[in-house]
């Protein structure tokens, strides 16, 4: 059969009048997603761009959105790593590291198949006719950035490195020694569980047996992966409720700070 009967699937699509045979709310998902995004993009901009109300000095709490606090109009006892950065209204206390997270969240392998159906659609859902023409697939910029993903997730561990050394230093109590509050809780469940997001990664999976032609010859690395393998299975979980632990966090210091409320201690 030559090309002139039959046209090659690669250079077209299927010629289906109808958006979609499907008739569940197919659209619900995806109308879900946008909102929620949509609404933390908002709510973390403001946040990473207040530059008040981002520390509670009596049990050192620091919110992840000022985490590492490299500004020089950073508090000291808020700055652990140094303060270097110039102290403009137009950089965040945590510029060099948001950057990073901005950019290992965005070439995620799950918050690609997020966005691309929420925003671009592309496509909405499956078995929807999306309104793109053609599909180039990630090989022209700036899409073929997505490539980076394996990069940041080397950024993505050191910054969770970071991020636990704050949810120890959270341990503090209001007379010195060990202490346990609500916020100190807050923290520790949100550390856990971006620890759960960044080595449920499909890169750190590839970096535990990726390479490995033969598992039998290393028990510690099969071992290793497949337990991240497991996570990997929840990776979409564990990348939309991070969302939503940061959130909290960062609104409960930020409470906290403001005067809001005081901080229900367990113990001092």
């Known amino acids: 059969m030559t090309e002139t009967t039959l046209q090659r699937p690669?250079?077209?699509?299927?010629?289906?009048?109808?958006?979609?045979?499907?008739?569940?709310?197919w659209w619900t998902s995806p109308a879900l997603l946008a909102t929620f995004l949509t609404l933390w993009?908002?709510?973390?901009?403001?946040?990473?761009?207040?530059?008040n109300w981002y520390y509670v000095p009596q049990y050192h709490y620091l919110t992840p959105f000022s985490s590492p606090c490299l500004s020089k109009g950073c508090l000291p006892e808020?700055?652990?790593?140094?303060?270097?950065?110039?102290?403009?209204p137009i950089l965040p206390y945590a510029t060099i590291t948001l950057v990073f997270l901005l950019g290992f969240r965005l070439t995620c392998?799950?918050?690609?198949?997020?966005y691309y159906r929420a925003f671009w659609q592309s496509p909405t859902a499956c078995a929807v006719?999306?309104?793109?023409?053609?599909?180039?697939?990630?090989?022209?910029?700036?899409?073929?950035?997505?490539?980076?993903?394996?990069?940041?997730?080397?950024?993505?561990?050191?910054?969770?490195?970071?991020?636990?050394f704050d949810a120890v230093i959270a341990f503090h109590g209001k007379n010195g020694g060990v202490g346990v509050g609500l916020g100190t809780?807050?923290?520790?469940?949100?550390?856990?569980?971006?620890?759960?997001?960044?080595?449920?990664?499909?890169?750190?999976?590839?970096?535990?047996?990726?390479?490995?032609k033969h598992f039998s010859k290393h028990p510690v690395r099969y071992w290793f992966w497949q337990q991240v393998t497991?996570?990997?299975?929840?990776?979409?979980?564990?990348?939309?409720?991070?969302?939503a632990t940061l959130a909290i966090t960062d609104l409960y210091i930020m409470l906290v700070s403001a005067g809001v409320f005081a901080d229900p201690r367990i113990f001092n």
């Open 185 to 212: 809780l807050i923290i520790l469940v949100n550390v856990v569980l971006l620890w759960a997001y960044t080595l449920s990664c499909h890169s750190c999976r590839h970096v535990m047996g990726g390479k490995l």
């Open 230 to 243: 497991k996570l990997n299975t929840r990776h979409g979980f564990f990348g939309l409720v991070t969302l």
């Open 10 to 25: 690669d250079r077209t699509r299927a010629q289906i009048s109808e958006k979609t045979l499907r008739t569940d709310r």
């Open 78 to 88: 808020a700055s652990h790593f140094g303060r270097f950065l110039p102290d403009w």
């Open 109 to 114: 392998y799950y918050y690609r198949k997020t």
């Open 41 to 51: 993009v908002i709510y973390a901009t403001v946040r990473a761009f207040m530059q």
């Open 129 to 164: 006719r999306e309104p793109h023409a053609k599909y180039t697939g990630e090989r022209r910029f700036p899409l073929i950035l997505q490539n980076l993903h394996r990069y940041f997730f080397w950024a993505a561990v050191l910054i969770s490195l970071i991020n636990t």
